[in-house]
């Protein structure tokens, strides 16, 4: 899984602990996020989606293979 | 294959260093060096102490300037990283004050020594308590429950996020497995000094063996009754 919300979160003016305030979790639950190291909830990619104000799936990319 | 090979190796390595180790019939003895050790121990988890509690003022200070932007993020980083070089520092402040006092009462020392060790013990288990106050200055914002709560640590695992779970299983899961083997070769020790030093340690390693059978049966019904 790859994610854009590094590049979503530099778009928008955000820095992390901000857009962690935002989500309700932890700076170090978005850094694990943007690194890779932890794929999200369904909660946390939702809170995620409607403040980039982009679908899911724009946020977070699957490789055809991880959906089968 | 491989692996077996590694494994007949080191159980042939092991043999002859516990063939030589019983061979040997050394003997260590606490008594003649407690004086000095207990100075020493004591100095060590003292400046611990210290280093722990200086550490717990600057996460203060820095903790209230108002910043911005790359700024805040790189303070967070700092603050998540120091709390935990705290921590760290002043759990090996506390076990070095108590193998100080427990050295202190074993090999029979003066009463001041015995009080000083004392209150070394109690004012380094103190400081522990100021980790639930320094997380709420640190997170503010975060619902994080009081140090005098009761369940303290279940309500403060429970207002951790799915990020820091992911970050303690990883350390937790490491940390059980070496515990386990850390433990099973403090027993092996054990009976190897035992036997080459003719004093038995059978009642300590007895008592790891409790140990070992606490924490597994611990972590085996935590896991099977979810």
């Known amino acids: ?68 | 294959m491989k692996s077996f090979a590694k494994f007949f190796i080191g159980a042939v390595f092991g043999f002859f260093m516990i063939y030589a180790f019983l061979a040997l019939e050394f003997e260590v003895t606490m008594f003649d060096i407690a004086y000095e050790l207990i100075w020493i121990l004591g100095a060590i988890s003292l400046i611990l102490l210290v280093l722990s509690l200086v550490g717990m003022l600057q996460i203060k200070r820095k903790a209230s300037s108002p910043l911005e932007g790359e700024e805040e993020d790189d303070r967070d980083k700092w603050q998540y990283k120091k709390f935990n070089d705290v921590s760290l520092v002043g759990n090996i402040s506390i076990i070095f004050s108590i193998i100080t006092l427990s050295i202190v009462i074993v090999t029979k020392q003066e009463l001041f020594l015995i009080i000083c060790a004392l209150i070394l013990v109690l004012i380094s288990g103190a400081s522990s308590f100021v980790s639930p106050y320094l997380l709420k200055v640190m997170y503010p914002e975060r619902d994080l429950p009081e140090a005098s709560d009761k369940d303290y640590t279940k309500k403060l695992l429970a207002s951790s996020d799915e990020g820091e779970r992911h970050v303690m299983l990883e350390g937790l899961y490491y940390t059980f497995n070496s515990t386990n083997i850390l433990l099973v070769g403090a027993m092996i020790i054990l009976t190897v000094y035992s036997v080459s030093s003719e004093q038995s340690q059978l009642f300590a390693i007895f008592i790891i063996g409790l140990i070992l059978l606490t924490i597994n049966t611990q972590y085996i019904l935590q896991i099977r009754n979810k």
Request: charged share 35%; glycine share 2%.
């Open chain 1, 1 to 68: 899984m790859k994610t854009r919300l590094k590049e979503l979160r530099a778009r928008d003016g955000l820095n992390q602990t901000e857009l962690a305030k935002r989500t309700k979790v932890s700076r170090q639950t978005i850094s694990l996020i943007e690194r890779e190291e932890l794929m999200p909830s369904l909660l946390i990619a939702m809170k995620l989606s409607r403040i980039f104000n982009e679908p899911i799936d724009q946020i977070f990319i699957f490789k055809e293979e991880e959906l089968v």
